[in-house]
């Protein structure tokens, strides 16, 4: 298994501006990934992050807005750009890797946009 | 596509009586499928994993869950709910055959009452 931590753990922000949050892994994982989980909801997958390649986004979801690094195995980071109330969520970052959908997920990122 | 379908949103039990969350899902092949438990404020963690060996799965905390391909099912089951097991949980199933890529069901809150 992997444990993953997050940083920031919570954050208000002002619309227009931008945050970088931080994802570590305490083990090389082959993939990241990155989720939005709004208020009351599921989980809704933004990206996947492969070391030396760009990341992978999911429909509705696009590089200017939700840059993402993945400078190694352990590390990787997203950043939510010119920010508006409705980016108001929870940012979850997830490692794998074995193949078989197991995933070890982070504690999240409580994000408020005002 | 892959898909599952969380059938209630909400559960509510009394402590010491048995816990039935249910999960359907759609595949084109035989999946992997996953439990997720999310308590208030924390990450996720895994409950159980089906990965086509035995179709009853143990898991942590007392859960099991049975992997039935007939009614396309993966219903979550405990037979004494605890209180500390108040929590959303997500039927979760792998994308595609060999990959750690996730969807995940819409969640069902479960509440257990004293």
């Known amino acids: 298994s992997a444990v993953i931590s997050q940083k920031p753990s919570r954050d208000i922000c002002q619309r227009g501006t931008s945050l970088t949050i931080q994802c570590q892994v305490d083990?090389?994982?082959?993939?990241m990934f990155w989720y939005r989980q709004q208020p009351g909801q599921s989980l809704t997958l933004i990206a996947t992050a492969n070391q030396g390649s760009e990341a992978t986004y999911e429909s509705g979801f696009v590089i200017d807005k939700f840059p993402i690094s993945r400078p190694n195995l352990t590390f990787s980071t997203l950043t939510v750009s010119n920010m508006s109330p409705e980016d108001s969520s929870i940012y979850l970052c997830?490692?794998?890797?074995?193949?078989?959908?197991?995933?070890?997920f982070g504690p999240g990122t409580r994000l408020t946009v005002t | 596509a892959q898909s599952v379908t969380q059938l209630d949103s909400h559960v509510s039990v009394s402590e010491g009586t048995p816990v039935l969350l249910r999960c359907n899902y759609s595949?084109?092949?035989?999946?992997?499928l996953f439990w997720y438990v999310q308590h208030p404020n924390k990450g996720l963690q895994l409950l159980l994993k089906y990965t086509s060996a035995a179709t009853l799965v143990k898991g942590i905390n007392g859960f099991e869950a049975e992997f039935k391909k007939s009614e396309t099912s993966f219903h979550l089951t405990k037979p004494s709910a605890h209180m500390s097991d108040a929590a959303e949980y997500f039927c979760v199933v792998s994308e595609g055959y060999n990959t750690d890529k996730l969807i995940f069901g819409t969640g069902t809150r479960l509440q257990v009452f004293p």
């Open positions: 083990s090389q994982v082959t993939m």
């Open positions: 595949s084109s092949y035989s999946p992997s």
């Open positions: 997830s490692g794998g890797g074995t193949g078989v959908g197991e995933q070890y």
